[in-house]
């Protein structure tokens, strides 16, 4: 079992910068693929970026690619994301998970994460 809790949302403005961060419970953190999503109101949760169990692998979604990095540090249970040159269009609800452990080293689909955090509200205004 895996408790997430997310923190850092906020009001930003459009450009600005702010870093997400979800820390985990449970001694075995390390073994977890680690993921942020988002929703929007009236959207679909859409994948932000996701990280392997040692950090090594990385994948974000197209919308953030180059704006965005996921890290973590596993010796504090704890993954981050560090958001750049932010958009109104970023305005959404964060949700951090951690993998089913199916094999794959940064996953990229809701599905294949089992334990998720209740979510950041990050708000970009123009």
């Known amino acids: 079992q895996v408790q997430l809790v997310e923190s850092g949302g906020a009001l930003v403005q459009a450009g600005g910068s702010l870093r997400l961060s979800c820390a985990a419970s449970?001694?075995?953190?390390?073994?977890?693929?680690m993921g942020w999503f988002r929703q929007a109101p009236g959207k679909e949760r859409e994948f932000v970026a996701a990280?392997?169990?040692?950090?090594?692998?990385?994948h974000y979604g197209n919308s953030v690619k180059g704006r965005f990095t996921i890290s973590r540090d596993n010796a504090k249970n704890t993954v981050y994301l560090q958001m750049n040159s932010l958009k109104p269009e970023d305005t959404a609800v964060y949700y951090c998970a951690a993998d089913r452990g199916l094999g794959v080293t940064v996953p990229t689909m809701p599905y294949e994460y089992a334990y998720w955090g209740q979510g950041t509200q990050v708000t970009v205004s123009s």
């Open positions: 449970g001694r075995t953190f390390s073994s977890y693929a």
């Open positions: 990280i392997s169990w040692s950090g090594g692998s990385v």
